[in-house]
């Protein structure tokens, strides 16, 4: 079972240059979140996807972009890469749409340094 | 102020004894709280969630909610070495957007 897969697992960028975090989930999940961790900040929301065809942002969007491509997939861009955007982020999906849900299932996290 | 504090610690404990970890939050509207562990360099995961005032136990641990005070802990008995992680405590708040709200984690080393 693969569940939440994302790529790549480890990125180095030079500062304004662009990447997007790709992020798939196999669980027929409605809603999808990306996250950054970092040391001692905790799990931040950047953007989530209630469900297919929608986004939402979160805490910290700022320098983000996103797109719910299917169900499935769900992917984070950063257009002009800063330093400040050094940080682990990992992708979560769950399956409740409306109520909210608090069981996430995480992908394996991307590191991500931005020089 | 944080929505969701917690003593980043360390916080070490004996192998066999009772680790307690703890977590306030500020809105008093925050209607679910969950526990994740997460192991050094790995992604977080879902150990145990609570809804109702009381105690939850499932095995060696227990989440205890007291909505009154605004805090809830999580207790892990007899704690063993493979229990050192990281613990992030987590709510669902009613302003926002029923997403969850992280804390930023106690850290917690069990000594052989």
């Known amino acids: 079972n693969a569940g939440v897969t994302q790529t790549p697992k480890f990125q180095v960028l030079k500062t304004g240059q662009s990447m997007t975090l790709q992020c798939a989930q196999d669980m027929n999940h409605n809603s999808m979140y990306w996250y950054r961790q970092d040391p001692g900040m905790g799990l931040r929301l950047i953007y989530y996807?209630?469900?297919?065809?929608?986004?939402d942002k979160g805490e910290v969007p700022n320098g983000y972009n996103v797109s719910r491509l299917n169900k499935r997939e769900f992917s984070l861009r950063l257009e002009s890469a800063a330093p400040s955007q050094t940080s682990v982020y990992f992708c979560a999906s769950s399956a409740f749409r409306d109520r909210g849900s608090g069981e996430l299932f995480f992908g394996e996290g991307s590191r991500l340094t931005v020089l | 102020q944080k929505e969701v504090e917690q003593n980043s610690g360390p916080l070490s404990v004996p192998e066999g004894a009772i680790a307690s970890l703890n977590c306030t939050y500020s809105?008093?509207?925050?209607?679910?709280f969950f526990w994740y562990r997460q192991y050094s360099g790995k992604s977080p995961e879902l150990i145990m969630f609570?809804?109702?005032?009381g105690d939850k136990e499932d095995g060696r641990f227990t989440a205890q909610l007291n909505k009154a005070s605004q805090y809830v802990s999580l207790l892990i008995r007899d704690s063993q070495p493979s229990d050192s992680a990281t613990y992030l405590c987590a709510v669902i708040s009613s302003g926002s957007a029923r997403q969850l709200t992280f804390g930023s984690g106690t850290q917690l080393t069990v000594l052989p």
């Open positions: 996807s209630a469900s297919e065809g929608t986004t």
């Open positions: 609570i809804y109702s005032n």
């Open positions: 809105d008093r509207g925050s209607q679910s």
